[in-house]
């Protein structure tokens, strides 16, 4: 079974500041999907970075960036130029596509809070 | 991106009632959608995954007969919580899978049973 590992319960960073949240995984599949997603107080889910795991080239939007290791089995967040508005629980998730097994389901990290602080 | 609706988006009853909950595909076409509850401050547990045309597959632990699941079209998905309880008050979120592997999520339903 697949089990992804979030060890940051809590962070917090300045803003303007850069900030990486981690995220180990444990799969056996070489052909899989990672996110990353964001959840304000709003509690909307929010995409924010996909990854798939055949590319070597890491995911990048904006301000959002990853560095996915594969071998190692690590996918974190680095969110540069931190913003009061990334203020939310982040969530990491793994997905094994086109699955008879596992269904297209994400499997999700606890999740860390992340704390902007003006 | 594509959008997933649910209604209501923060619902009361009283104990022993039930609720229905609806999750809407608004511009695609979902043969599958996942229902989620979630806890203050933790993540989303996978209750169940709903199929268009056929029963819903539960996971583990999640009892069948208390939250019902009908998935009538391709655009629409529906959560019955039955004879709900003080227990069963929480967050429920929908979503639904997109064409790259992301899955959309619904805005989420409070429920609160006094």
């Known amino acids: 079974a697949q089990t992804v590992t979030q060890s940051q319960p809590e962070m917090s960073v300045q803003e303007a500041e850069t900030v990486t949240l981690s995220c180990t995984y444990d799969t056996s599949e070489n052909n899989y999907y990672l996110f990353w997603y964001k959840q304000p107080p709003s509690r909307q889910m929010i995409l924010v970075i996909r990854?798939?795991?055949?590319?070597?080239q890491n995911a990048t939007e904006n301000r959002f960036s990853v560095n996915f290791q594969k071998a190692a089995k690590s996918f974190s967040l680095k969110i540069s130029d931190s913003q009061l508005g990334d203020t939310a629980m982040y969530f990491c998730?793994?997905?094994?596509?086109?699955?008879?097994?596992?269904?297209?389901?994400?499997?999700f990290g606890a999740g860390t809070i992340l704390r902007v602080k003006s | 991106g594509a959008v997933v609706s649910q209604h209501p988006s923060w619902v009361i009853c009283k104990s022993g009632t039930s609720v229905k909950i609806e999750c809407r595909s608004l511009d695609f076409q979902a043969t599958t959608m996942f229902w989620y509850r979630q806890f203050p401050k933790k993540s989303l547990m996978l209750m169940a995954t709903s199929n268009e045309g056929s029963k819903a597959t539960y996971e583990q632990g999640v009892e069948k007969d208390k939250f019902l699941i009908n998935h009538a079209s391709l655009t629409l998905s529906t959560l019955t919580v039955t004879s709900a309880h003080p227990e069963d008050s929480s967050f429920y979120i929908c979503s639904a899978p997109g064409w790259r592997g992301e899955q959309f999520f619904g805005p989420g339903t409070r429920l609160t049973v006094l």
């Open positions: 998730a793994f997905m094994k596509p086109h699955s008879m097994e596992y269904g297209n389901k994400l499997v």
């Open positions: 990854q798939e795991a055949y590319k070597q």
